[in-house]
């Protein structure tokens, strides 16, 4: 069964996208060990951070390993910016797609400054670039 979600504006969560490690299973860069990435992790050095849909700001938390982390919720659907090192936003915050959250940054466990982004349906992570492609796509021909 094929879920419908109607967006009625859609936005990248960066002005562009460099996907620095991919969804899926990988070689974590810290650890060396093959685990599950439920995100990408984005080139970002500091740069705004944008809603890529209208929400309500269901979490501003600090996790160890994520660091400084959002969640954005629409329905079912849950949009999770991290690493960030401000939050522009609080919780139960309405906003729209487009609209500065954050500044992206270095916390939590990485490497350097980037923005891990992720998308959950349902408690269940899909990969974050065909979720936006196929919103894009949507939204373009509507």
Do not use: W
């Amino acid at each position: 069964m094929k879920a419908v979600v109607i967006f009625s504006f859609v936005c990248l969560p960066l002005r562009s996208l460099t996907v620095i490690s991919p969804f899926g299973y990988r070689i974590h860069p810290l650890s060396g060990k093959i685990t599950y990435h439920p995100g990408v992790d984005l080139r970002a050095r500091y740069d705004f951070v944008y809603a890529i849909f209208d929400g309500i700001v269901d979490r501003v938390s600090y996790d160890p390993s994520l660091g400084l982390a959002i969640q954005i919720r629409r329905g079912k659907v849950v949009a999770i910016y991290g690493h960030l090192s401000k939050s522009l936003v609080l919780p139960d915050d309405t906003v729209r797609a487009g609209q500065v959250i954050a500044i992206s940054g270095a916390s939590g466990r990485v490497t350097a400054a980037h923005l891990h982004f992720a998308i959950r349906y349902g408690g269940r992570y899909l990969n974050p670039l065909n979720f936006l492609y196929e919103l894009l796509k949507t939204t373009h021909h509507e």
